[in-house]
């Protein structure tokens, strides 16, 4: 889209290196970068939407990125003037969906939680797959992979497609960083994976991402690489010896800050009956 003001849209699944991206957004971009959410609810249906976005932008008008684990690649959001360029990164299932597991007993400390009750659930299975199609059918997130041109990086091989998303969708993404949300123990996920039959019913339960997860690194991926050309392995070297740079601090407290001072506050007026419409209105 020629002329058009670019907008990153990551979307954001659950334990695939996920929150190191969102930090390196936060360090490239500072102020012009929000993490967003649905402004009816956090974590109610729809998910993010265009007229989310209209309401951010009321308060980031140089907006340069957005990210949130409600935004999904299916949702089509429409802006006059923006050049969409959306992006996730995909982790191989059976691993991603042992290791979600275990972030529900160490981080969500749901002790109780049986795995043989989790896996049921209709949120757990398939999950990228979802997140980025709207159903469990690979074929719709792989349309939408491929209508909207989303960057797909590879978890296993973060350093590589970092430097690929910054090459093919964001030359001024400044892509020092640490590790971020590191599990301390992977112990449960080791357990899973080795018990033939939990392993079973991870492979059962992923059976549509493992197909798209195959078709990313069988066709998207090596697009990708194709793409930025027979220099990627040196860059990956030079880029690893000078991975210690990290983040800008300034720009995460800038980040910070807007998000504590302006955008959250805003969002529970806007949330809030006490207002009495005041917000809503100013803010549709």
Known sequence: MSGARPLLVFVHINKTAGTTLRFILRSSYGARHCDVEPWHGAWSDPPFSTADLQRVRKLYPRLASIAGHRVSGYVDLEEAGTDFR?????REPIALCASRFQYQLDYRKKQNLEFEEWIEKDWVRDAQTQRIGGTTDPHDAMAVIDRKEMFVGLTERFDESIILLRDLRAPDL???YAPQNVAKS????????????????IVDANRSDLELYEHVVREVYPAQQRAYGTSLSGSVASFREDAAKGYDRR?????????????????????????????QALMR
């Open 251 to 279: 720009n995460l407290a800038l980040y910070g800050l807007k998000q504590r001072m302006v955008l959250k506050p805003t969002i529970r007026l806007y949330r809030g009956r006490r207002t009495g419409g005041l917000v």
């Open 174 to 176: 400044d892509i020092g």
């Open 86 to 90: 959306y992006l996730t990164f995909l």
């Open 186 to 201: 992977s112990d449960v996920a080791k357990r899973l994976l080795a018990d033939p039959g939990t392993r079973r019913m």
